[in-house]
């Protein structure tokens, strides 16, 4: 017997991501990371983070907020809340020299993001 998907597989995916959020979490991104991630469809940089709330670790989902207060979207996060704390407002390029290791350029990447 088989039984055809309900959802496509991309469906799927913005679904676990927006029901596996860490709760109390929230990456806040200043008005022109804001902008590109609703209206041009890009990555969340650490240039754009200005605040980090809550605890979250590599890989779980993460609230992305806009200075505002307004929920934009949600996504998977590149970089802990520790991490993040150190990195925000800084260029991708400086991320290894700051860390001591590099897991990618983007906090959140626009293929691990649902927007709201």
């Not at 109390?24 to 469809?41: K, N, P």
């Not at 307004?70 to 390029?93: F, H, T, V």
Request: aromatic share 6%; glycine share 12%.
């Amino acid at each position: 017997t088989r039984f055809p998907a309900i959802a496509s597989r991309l469906e799927s995916r913005k679904r676990w991501v927006l029901a596996e959020t860490v709760r109390h979490s929230r990456v806040i991104a200043d008005a022109g990371a804001a902008r590109a991630l609703t209206e041009g469809g890009k990555s969340l940089l650490p240039a754009g983070v200005v605040g980090v709330e809550g605890d979250f670790e590599r890989g779980q989902t993460v609230r992305i907020y806009s200075g505002a207060g307004a929920e934009l979207a949600r996504g998977l996060a590149q970089y802990s809340a520790r991490d993040l704390r150190l990195i925000k407002g800084l260029r991708s390029a400086q991320i290894g020299e700051t860390l001591g290791y590099d897991y990618g350029p983007e906090v959140v990447h626009r293929d691990d993001m649902v927007l709201l």
